[in-house]
């Protein structure tokens, strides 16, 4: 059974950091990959920050998290983080883990089948 959690997020100051977490089970790291996704504060899709994609070891992020946000894996406690440095305000929103079995680009919302709840990283200026 295939299950993610999310959390680590809360507020921070322009130029903080924060650490999440993507808290799955075992059969999760065995999906076709593993995502983050943010929804900001108007209500809008969620965008692709970055994919772990698993059986080919890869990374992908999107353009504006390049060079501050970093995925890592601990395979034994089967969690997934999603580090985040230099956040701006335009960083504030809702933060998702998800996972897709079927394949395609794991950027892409529809593209994933499960979800954990998101949590929330606000960036005050």
């Known amino acids: 059974q295939v299950v993610v959690a999310t959390a680590g997020g809360g507020s921070v100051q322009s130029g903080g950091s924060r650490n999440l977490t993507c808290v799955a089970s075992r059969d999760t790291l065995k999906s076709y990959c593993i995502g983050w996704f943010r929804q900001g504060p108007h209500g809008d899709g969620r965008v692709g920050v970055g994919?772990?994609?698993?059986?080919?070891?890869?990374?992908e992020y999107h353009a504006f998290a390049k060079g501050r946000f970093t995925i890592s894996v601990d395979d034994a406690r089967a969690f997934v983080y999603l580090q985040m440095d230099n956040l701006q305000p335009e960083d504030t929103g809702m933060y998702y883990c998800?996972?897709?079995?079927?394949?395609?680009?794991?950027?892409?919302?529809?593209?994933?089948?499960?979800w954990g709840r998101g949590t929330l990283v606000t960036v005050s200026s």
């Open positions: 998800a996972v897709s079995h079927g394949g395609g680009n794991c950027l892409i919302e529809s593209v994933m089948d499960v």
């Open positions: 994919a772990l994609y698993t059986d080919e070891a890869r990374i």
